[in-house]
Nanobody, 114 residues
């Protein structure tokens, strides 16, 4: 059974940085396209970034140039480096793993104060 565990969320001031981590267990990590999504209060969950097993990346326009997604296949872990954070980035961030189906993590809260 595939499980995802996120970590690294927290409270940061505007302009600051955070790095989120998500570790996959229960399957072969490198076959999954890994992604990050976020959901702000009162809003729908939205795509943030994704990375394929081959390392190809894709970003939402709102985070391009500020966020970087990466993966370490030896550690079964995907990362989201978030720089130049703004209050609009405040949300619960979810990790996803997609192969035949999509598995979700439990989410980690990111709060950016102004």
């Amino acid at each position: 059974q595939v499980q995802l565990v996120e970590s690294g969320g927290g409270l940061v001031q505007a302009g600051g940085s955070l790095r989120l981590s998500c570790e996959l267990s229960g399957s072969i990590f490198k076959i999954y396209t890994m992604g990050w999504y976020r959901q702000a209060p009162g809003k729908q969950r939205e795509f943030v970034a994704q990375i394929t097993g081959a390392g190809l990346t894709n970003y939402a326009d709102s985070v391009k140039g500020r966020f970087t997604i990466s993966r370490d296949n030896a550690k079964n872990t995907v990362y989201l480096q978030m720089n130049s954070l703004s209050p609009e980035d405040t949300a619960v961030y979810y990790c996803s793993a997609r192969f035949a189906t999509t598995v979700w993590g439990q989410g980690t809260q990111v709060t950016v104060s102004s």
